[in-house]
């Protein structure tokens, strides 16, 4: 019942912004909701479910957009030809140094085994560098204004959803191997770190997706909006509506973002539900809350932890693709720790760490209110300052820092609740 | 060959900025480890402590320029410092009266902790970003050598410059005198002794009849000084900007960690640790390696391993090596 009337106060806060402000920003806060929720969703299944502790949401995200860009965009042929193959060469070579230092460290004994593991490491790393760095020099030379990367797949975009959760669930195995079973603090620190280094890849590697200089222009899985408009049939519908062609269009695609972010929310969501009811679940549970006893009663509760930790992973990747294709652009320099990962972890917190339906809840809240903190900050704002003097410093730096509002106020929402409520809105069961 | 060309080129691109670096991660280190060995859990909000610090020092030294106080050839922002300390000791004490204490009486799980401190992170963050604004300030006066590269080259007849600069010069100095004073109070003072048996064993120091109050508020009293010291350290020495100071975060941490969490020598050598590895591996070695290698040997390449903006994924590499080999740190963690 209480499940039911927060989420309906939600919805009426959408539909508010709907009537006070316009659709459009209505829209465009249930849209990036439905993500926020589905990034909240991953990040439960992680904590709530399993108590691991991941501030690494942010890379995941990040890979998520990556992969939108090299299913989607149409592959350059120039640039492949150009160092394509020396690239992929490169790349296989990292991977079999790393692998063969691995073999090294494992198989060999004795007091060399350091030593002769660095030299693998030094020798494999110097042959990686002299294959991959003139290929991808070729390659960033090719067309850099508008090309200078490798492009993608030219597949439908829709594929790239999947493949992000794939590409992040790969960089959680990796992470994971090594991370987890170490103290939850030393797994933050981890994963704060990893993702750091995934931005770091992203925004230097111009290869792969053109680093800081973005690449705009992403295919979409929905109509464009010009096409719409010159499409008769529509206008005529549009007008039926009361509406001009342009507003109608602009509404329509959102419309449409909106049914298919829905359509994975809610199949998420349905999934996250079985697997927290199954057995499963009740294991999760059990290890989260004494790790000794579970292991006693014969669990792997490493094993369990990597699991639960791709899987969330996975789905914060997937939130991730869907967010870049609802941009039509990949930003890395725009990805920052307070925004993506901390902003999360509100949400979890606020909707109720543990239950999947608090953490849809807490997505759709903390993003309202991270979008409307600023205009009502506006307003608070301009009331204070009402009484000084017009061209005052003081004025126009109280107007100015608003839009730093919003942090302040999600640490204070989020220690307000941690305070009265720390079970969150809609408490485990 | 040209082995003394080679060394003070190595000196002023490789191990002076590193030693300046290394100060200032030591320092924040420190309060990260003592709030992990006192409090009990690992502070998110830390780079942001410093940031807030810093942002006093700096306003403060914007008012002393205004009016024309200035050092001589020293940064104006010395003189700030306490100003600094003030703001930031008063805040944290605030945020432990009515944020932390609640938490402590509970005796929460420090993960909870942790998470508490995520919230103080955005509320830090976002004060610093209204009060001063996002930016990025500079705020350092004064003489900017202590030798410029070019007087060194007159000086020695030496084809490298070294160049010394003097915020790096009082990094060291400032930051050997509060590591000092801060290894003096911790062994030899009554308060100290009772912070270390606090960190060694709660219960008994209860019993012993140590108020638990009163170590948490020296300890944030220290933590809140050595924060600002070290942010307005490396302020002086680049710039000030609330989003770096957040990102220095992993690698103060991972100072902290590789040293032994709780232990402060372990932070500082951890601190230095990081420091080295960083500018190390993201320095361009070809010139160095030029004078050193013998005629014939000399690279073509520019010899760097990495990248500068790979810089965060040093630290992270060296921490996991640490973890993975040595998961109590170079020394041994958890106690004072």
Known sequence: MKTVLLFAAVACLILGTGFLQSWNSALLILNMGLISAIMALGVNLQWGLAGLFNVGVMGFVALGGLAVVLVSMPPVSAAWAAGGGGILLGLVLGAATVAAAVLTWTRAAGRLRGWATAAVLLVGLAIYRMVLDPAVEAVEAVDPALAGYLGGLGLPVLLAWPVGGLLAAGAAWIIGKTALGLRSDYLAIATLGIAEIIIAILKNEDWMARGVKNVIGLPRPVPYEVDLQNDPAFVERASGFGLDATTASTLYVKLEYGVLFAIVLIVLLVLAQLALKSPWGRMMRAIRDNETAARAMGKDVTARHLQVFILGSAICGIAGAMMTTLDGQLTPGSYQPLRYTFLIWVMVIVGGSGNNLGAVLGGFLIWFLWVQVEPMGQIVMTAITAGMADGSALKEHLLDSVQHMRLLTMGVILLLVLRLNPRGLLPEK | ?336
């Open chain 2, 1 to 336: 060959m040209d082995l003394l060309n080679g060394f003070v080129a190595l000196a002023n691109f490789v191990l002076i900025p590193a030693i300046a670096y290394g100060s200032q991660l030591a320092l924040g280190a420190l309060g990260v480890t003592l709030i992990y060995g006192i409090l009990r859990f690992s502070n998110f909000a830390h780079g942001d402590t410093m940031a807030i610090g810093t942002m006093f020092a700096v306003l403060v030294t914007w008012g002393l320029q205004s009016v024309g106080v200035t050092l001589g050839p020293f940064p104006t922002a010395l003189l700030a410092i306490p100003f600094g300390i003030a703001g930031a000791t008063a805040l944290v004490l605030l945020t432990d009266k009515y944020v932390y204490k609640f938490y402590r009486a509970q005796k929460a799980k420090p993960v909870i902790l942790v998470i508490v401190s995520m919230g103080v992170m955005f509320i830090y963050n976002g004060l610093t970003r209204i009060i001063i604004g996002p930016d990025d300030y500079r705020f350092a006066d004064g003489e900017r050598f202590v030798i410029s590269a070019r007087t060194f080259r007159d000086m020695t007849g030496l084809e490298e410059g070294l160049a010394l600069r003097t915020t790096q010069v009082i990094t060291v100095v400032t930051a050997i005198a509060v590591v000092a004073a801060l290894f003096w109070f911790l062994n030899k003072t009554r308060t100290g002794k009772s912070m270390r048996a606090f960190s060694d064993n709660e219960d008994l120091a209860l019993l012993s009849g140590i108020n638990p109050e009163r170590v948490v508020l020296v300890t944030w009293l220290i933590v809140a000084s050595l924060a600002t010291v070290a942010g307005v350290l490396y302020g002086l020495d680049k710039s000030f900007k609330a989003f770096t100071y957040f990102q220095l975060l992993l690698p103060i941490f991972a100072a902290a960690i590789v040293g032994g969490l709780g232990n402060p020598l372990g932070a500082i050598a951890g601190g230095f640790v990081i420091a080295f590895s960083e500018v190390g591996v993201t320095y361009a070695w070809k010139k160095v390696l030029g004078y050193m290698m013998p005629a014939g040997l000399e690279p073509d390449g520019l010899m760097q391993i990495l990248s500068t903006e790979y810089k965060f994924a040093v630290s992270f590499v060296i921490l996991v090596i640490v973890l993975l080999f040595r998961p109590t740190g170079l020394f041994r963690g958890k106690a004072l």
